[in-house]
């Protein structure tokens, strides 16, 4: 899996003992200390994940990922945040941020390599076999883009994933269970909670299409895509 990797990571020490166990295993690394640095880095080109320190001087973490997802360059490229921020709210914080893993310091690189490659292959999860649309909203497999019509709809990786389940099962209730197993994959070990962000945020992505009505809360079931009222 040759991917390119940008640790945004203001303790060398840590940055170092990342990159090293990133290069072990044929990735190739790109490094920044700050926001100002990554973003330098980001204008050469995207890369395949970035790892995103919350407590970054200056800008944060935080900040910074709501930037990168609010540029069309860099909203659909995958992000884990390295913090020792592990309470559920600063969780949802970082979810609701465009956040798509937590790794929580101290950590081992096994764990993090673990993790990078999970979330790389829920990014890539379309296999490229055509379209589906479902009340006017349409995925594009091979080009790996949504529309509503003849505008693209921008959104995260994550997000991506949860839309083209939901295109490929449609008028079904999935509980959240059943969706992190789908989506997420029954081997990483993701919070039901995650669940609500990411359907907040693929509400928010079809909000301006008029289409955030099609994701529908079924209380006390979970969640249907449905073109009927």
């Known amino acids: 899996m040759h991917k390119r990797i940008l640790i945004v990571e203001d303790e060398a020490s840590i ?7 990133l290069r072990r295993v044929d990735m190739e690394v790109l490094q920044a200390s700050d926001a100002r640095s990554a973003l330098i880095a980001l204008a050469d080109g995207a890369p395949d994940l970035i790892l ?7 800008t944060s973490g935080l900040e910074l990922a709501r930037r990168l997802r609010a540029d ?6 995958p992000i884990i945040m390295l913090t020792a921020r592990g309470e559920e709210t600063d969780r949802v914080a970082g979810l609701e941020a465009g956040v798509d893993d937590y790794v929580v310091k101290p950590f081992s690189t096994r764990e993090l390599i673990a993790r990078i490659r999970a979330v790389l292959r829920r990014a890539q999860g379309d296999d490229g076999t055509g379209s589906i649309e479902v ?3 349409r995925i594009d497999g091979p080009a790996h883009r949504v529309y509503v019509g003849e505008e693209r709809v921008e959104m995260g990786p994550t997000e991506y994933r949860l839309l083209h389940f939901f295109l490929t099962h449609p ?3 999935h509980s959240r269970a059943q969706l992190l197993d789908q989506v ?3 081997s990483v070990y993701v919070e039901e909670r995650t669940v609500d962000v990411h359907i907040l945020r693929l509400r928010k992505a079809l909000e301006p299409y008029g ?3 099609l994701v529908q809360t079924v209380r006390g079931a979970g969640y249907r895509f449905s073109a009927k009222p």
């Open 211 to 213: 289409c955030e009505r």
């Open 52 to 58: 995103l320190d919350w407590m970054l001087p200056g």
């Open 184 to 186: 997420w994959g029954g």
């Open 171 to 173: 008028e079904r209730v």
């Open 135 to 137: 009340g006017g909203v």
């Open 15 to 21: 940055r170092d003992m990342v990159a090293f166990a």
């Open 72 to 77: 069309p360059r860099s909203a659909e490229v």
